[in-house]
């Protein structure tokens, strides 16, 4: 039987930490303020902003919310982002992508202040990530990070390999990994002998996007086992990358979908929300 990394339980732990910073700093003067923008009514956009705001609120940081109709242009949601640049009262800005398709996702990331950029997707902070400089980390790799060693699942040393290679989880996630002196191997939709690879990973982290994808013939026993995907099965129930009920007997330790990953996504962001005062 494997140990179930709760991700809801480390989320709610890192919660109450970010919750007792935020009292001391605006004890020191020092208000955290995030500011929210969302275009159209995408409805699971909807709910994430949704999650974000109770968790801003639940942690004592003040979040503003910019709801936008979805013919909004490209050029007003960057005179927007330029307008909350400028604020010193606006320490983190996030837009919710997706963006409708008339606007161009990048040129809007490239907007956002690099010292603003609460979700870690400007080239600036994937720069500094790169090189091993301060900034902000993208939410979901750091959270994995926290999993682990809020579950004391040592990184050094160990075999580990990312299945996905996307510039929000993939990627960052090899840097993070790497920063902790894991032995990194990323595989990928043109990967060939995928089972060969990924059936070496001490940590094997799956971030392809495909339900159930990895079965048990991917994975070496006793090997720990992130699951980044959410996807809802035949049966319209929730799941994720890994066929959880094949993987689970033979992992040493694996996160379940939902509450394994996804809680600490938010909470990541709330952190770098924090830091965003601090750097």
């Known amino acids: 039987m494997a140990f179930i990394i709760d991700g809801k339980k480390i989320a709610a732990e890192m919660k109450e930490e970010l919750k007792t910073k935020v009292e001391w700093m605006k ?29 801003c609120e639940y942690i004592g940081i003040k979040s503003l919310a910019y709801e936008l109709e979805e013919a909004t242009t490209e050029e007003e949601l960057l005179k927007l982002v330029e307008e909350l640049n400028a604020k010193d009262e606006v320490n983190g800005i996030l837009v919710q992508l997706p963006l ?8 809007v ?19 500094a990530l790169s090189i091993g400089q301060p900034g902000f980390l993208s939410c979901t790799p750091a959270g994995i990070i926290e999993l682990l060693k809020r579950s004391n699942i ?61 079965t048990k013939e991917f994975v070496k026993e006793g090997a ?47 952190n770098n929300c924090v830091e965003s005062v601090l750097l």
């Open 27 to 55: 004890k020191q003067g020092k208000e955290v303020t995030l500011a929210v923008i969302q275009v159209g009514k995408d409805p699971a956009s909807s709910v994430y902003v949704g999650n974000k705001k109770k968790a």
């Open 100 to 107: 409708p398709g008339h606007i161009n996702e990048n040129k």
């Open 224 to 270: 720990v086992v992130i699951d980044v995907g959410i996807h809802r099965d035949e049966n319209n129930k929730l799941c994720g990358d890994v066929d959880f009920d094949q993987v689970e007997p033979i992992a040493s330790a694996i996160t379940p979908v939902p509450g394994g990953v996804g809680p600490m996504t938010i909470t990541m962001l709330m």
């Open 154 to 214: 040592e990184i050094e040393g160990k075999e580990c390999v990312v299945v996905g290679r996307s510039n929000i989880v993939g990627k960052p996630m090899a840097l993070l990994l790497l920063r902790e002196n894991g032995t990194v191997t990323v595989c990928h939709s043109k990967t060939k002998d995928l089972k060969e690879i990924t059936k070496r990973a001490d940590i094997l982290i799956a971030a392809i996007g495909k339900p159930k994808f990895i």
């Open 109 to 127: 990331i490239n907007t956002i202040s690099s010292k603003k950029d609460v979700d870690g997707f400007h080239p600036e902070s994937v720069g």
